[in-house]
């Protein structure tokens, strides 16, 4: 349904440096699979999502969407054509909703998207919603201040699900929540998902919610997917050395399993992704680095369906 | 308890605020043993924060007050107006964002050096010396050169470090962590994590430790207390907290975390949202939220009550003996 051919995003630096936060990336994902992406800050995974909705425009590669391909910079009128269909839910419940206009401006607003300006059926719809995501009706005349994290969160959800779109990336949706309420946020999602046929990339750094909540998972590492697959798979089964100690780093919350577990922390941290060679980006801090790692790395089928850029699989 | 290094006795804390009086810290009472790890956990806003901050001294007053209690560390009540010495001597304290706790004008030598040139009047030859070897011993690359440099060139992970190193200065006897790893990656967090238990283990110093991650808590602490709107609901060792919860709150935390040992768990979230601090409930804070809510609960606050002959205790009513028996989840035979 989405499918990503080789996109890379490159922000010029200055003085001919050029960050690669998204370097000749692959990804498809299909209907109403909910695509997880792993990754530390910086690895470009927001980047991507944002290049999807078009919040970013391409430097290199294809985005095509149900077989047509999306414009390299979103226009205008790309914005509104699209919209109706893609939607982004964003990380930061505090810095998303425009702290001046009242919840029910903000969520009516993006039903004008469909072009629907009956009031009694906006007001109906926006009551609808704000249920659907556990808030009460009587909320539509608040503004995003009187609200706590948990329900902005909900609100941005809202916004982003009432024009019933058929694809929306999810930034980090549950990271800035406490444990109690991104359980909840994880169960509407996931029941919405199953109710309204949604596709979902959800950007995370959550490892453990990002296995619960997805079929397929994608690591990232300094602007290029070193590992794709099932989700269970990734995490269970991992191949690539930076999904493997990244899983280890991953504590559990069971004291026993923590206690008997010997972790060896990663070494080192990110290198810049300022002009990197054509090495594999993880070589520098890699435990099993060999001579040919200055090469790039094969992208390695390890199983059906499950893919892994290393020249140890190789 | 005979061991115990550091002892909090119903401690209480409010701020004055536009809209009213936040009764933010409640009748906190713990007790730190020496050499172990002491974990606060809880959800934003319940206190946990505010209760560390007290003991350091770091509440603004005014609004904050603390309208009762005693921290009694070595026969001395760190509440006290006079406790300054001790606090910056005795205990060291890391906070959650490396990013804005140091001063940005300041090289990173200087900013531990001053602490020990303060606290232990070195002179500043010997305390940039003393730095530099600080840096070195929490793993920081090249540290004579990182201890000229400013915060702005260093990494999240390594001024988590710097300031690591910079509450180490003094040799404390307790660390105090407010969610050291909460702005890092968790590659990084695994490296602090295990930066912090070496640490411990090489000098013997207790760590309080704040977090809301529970996967942080398995992972290093000895004791937990787990705090609800201002109050300490449950407390005893790891293993009690995480398989034997008392209290319905903790019960329904254990519900809502992914579990990758049970990979096909449904998560049951916690219904609802915490109180108002400003005007607690009358009861317990939790029964608006609890699946097991009785009216007695909405009437009297409950007390801490022992579960069993350890140290774990938990504030329900239904652990009374007149509790109903039939179902109740938290009684056990």
């Known amino acids: 349904m989405m499918a990503l051919t080789n996109v890379s995003k490159f922000f010029p630096m200055g003085r001919g440096k050029q960050l690669h936060a998204v370097d000749d990336v692959s990804l498809s994902i299909g209907k109403e699979q909910v695509v997880g992406l792993v990754g530390e800050s910086g690895s470009g995974k927001s980047t991507l999502g944002r290049m999807i909705v078009g919040l970013h425009s391409r430097d290199q590669g294809d985005i095509s969407y149900d077989g047509e391909l999306l414009p390299t910079r979103f226009r205008a009128q790309d914005h509104l054509r699209y919209a109706r269909r893609l939607q982004m839910?964003?990380?930061?419940?505090?810095?998303s909703l425009n702290p001046r206009m009242t919840i029910y401006d903000i969520?009516?607003?993006?039903?004008?998207?469909?072009?629907?300006?009956?009031?009694?059926?906006?007001?109906?719809?926006?009551t609808e919603w704000l249920k659907a995501v556990g808030l009460h009706p009587d909320h539509m005349t608040r503004y995003p201040h009187e609200f706590s994290g948990g329900q902005r969160q909900r609100i941005g959800i809202a916004r982003a699900l009432m024009i019933k779109p058929d694809f929306v990336v999810c930034d980090e949706p549950i990271s800035a929540l406490d444990v109690s309420v991104q359980a909840q946020i994880i169960n509407l999602l996931s029941e919405l998902k199953a109710s309204m046929?949604?596709?979902?990339?959800f950007i995370a750094h959550d490892l453990s919610m990002v296995r619960y909540i997805s079929d397929r998972m994608a690591v990232m590492y300094l602007g290029k997917i070193v590992e794709e697959g099932p989700a269970n798979e990734v995490f269970f089964n991992p191949q690539h050395p930076y999904t493997q100690l990244l899983i280890a780093s991953n504590p559990e919350p069971d004291?026993?399993?923590e206690r008997s577990r010997t972790v060896v922390p990663i070494r080192g941290e990110v290198s810049s992704p300022v002009n990197p060679g054509p090495g594999c980006r993880f070589a520098d801090r890699c435990p099993n680095v060999t001579t040919q790692c200055a090469l790039p790395p094969?992208?390695?089928i390890v199983s059906e369906g499950h893919r892994a850029s290393c020249h140890l699989l190789n | 308890m005979t061991d115990s290094i550091l002892s909090v006795r119903d401690l209480a804390v409010e701020f004055d605020t536009f809209g009213?009086?936040?009764?933010?810290?409640?009748?906190?009472?713990?007790?730190?043993?020496?050499?172990?790890?002491?974990?606060?956990?809880?959800?934003s806003g319940c206190g946990k924060s505010v209760t560390v901050q007290s003991l350091m001294g770091l509440i603004p007053?005014?609004?904050?007050?603390?309208?009762?209690?005693?921290?009694?560390?070595k026969d001395q009540d760190l509440l006290s107006i006079g406790a300054r010495g001790i606090r910056g001597h005795h205990m060291g304290m890391i906070f959650q964002d490396p990013m804005t706790s140091l001063n940005p004008t300041m090289r990173i030598g200087d900013q531990i050096a001053e602490t020990l040139v303060v606290h232990?009047?070195?002179?500043?030859?010997?305390?940039?010396?003393?730095?530099?070897?600080?840096?070195?011993?929490?793993?920081i690359p090249e540290p004579g050169r990182r201890a000229n440099q400013y915060p702005f060139e260093f990494s999240g992970g390594m001024l988590q470090r710097a300031m690591i190193a910079q509450a180490l200065a003094c040799e404390p006897a307790i660390l105090i962590a407010d969610e050291p790893t909460t702005a890092l990656d968790v590659t990084i967090q695994a490296q602090i994590l295990e930066l912090m238990q070496t640490l411990q283990q090489d000098n013997g110093m207790s760590i309080i430790l704040i977090t809301h991650d529970l996967a942080v808590v398995a992972r290093m602490a000895d004791q937990v207390a787990v705090m609800y709107a201002g109050e300490i609901v449950e407390t005893g060792s790891v293993e009690d907290i995480f398989y034997q919860p008392a209290h319905p709150y903790n019960q329904g935390l254990q519900q809502a975390m992914t579990s990758n040992q049970q990979p096909d768990r449904v998560l049951s979230p916690i219904p609802g949202s915490p109180p108002d601090l400003f005007s607690p409930p009358k009861g317990c804070g939790y029964c608006k939220r609890c699946p097991h809510a009785m009216s007695v609960c909405a009437e009297h606050p409950p007390y801490l009550t022992a579960v069993d002959a350890s140290s774990h205790q938990s504030r329900c009513w239904l652990h009374h003996e007149l509790a109903p028996v039939h179902n109740n989840p938290v009684r056990r035979p």
Do not use: W
């Not at chain 1, 969520?107 to 926006?126: F, H, Y």
């Not at chain 2, 936040?22 to 959800?43: H, M, P, W, Y």
């Open chain 2, 61 to 73: 007053m005014p609004p904050g007050r603390i309208t009762h209690g005693r921290a009694l560390f």
């Open chain 1, 197 to 201: 046929g949604l596709t979902l990339l």
């Open chain 1, 89 to 95: 839910i964003f990380q930061d419940p505090y810095a």
């Open chain 1, 255 to 257: 004291p026993a399993a």
């Open chain 1, 107 to 126: 969520l009516s607003e993006s039903l004008s998207l469909q072009g629907r300006t009956d009031a009694a059926a906006v007001t109906r719809a926006v």
């Open chain 1, 298 to 300: 094969p992208e390695v």
């Open chain 2, 120 to 139: 232990k009047q070195y002179s500043r030859k010997h305390a940039q010396d003393e730095a530099v070897s600080l840096l070195a011993r929490t793993h």
């Open chain 2, 20 to 43: 009213g009086v936040v009764k933010a810290v409640r009748n906190v009472s713990f007790d730190l043993t020496a050499g172990q790890t002491l974990a606060i956990v809880g959800e």
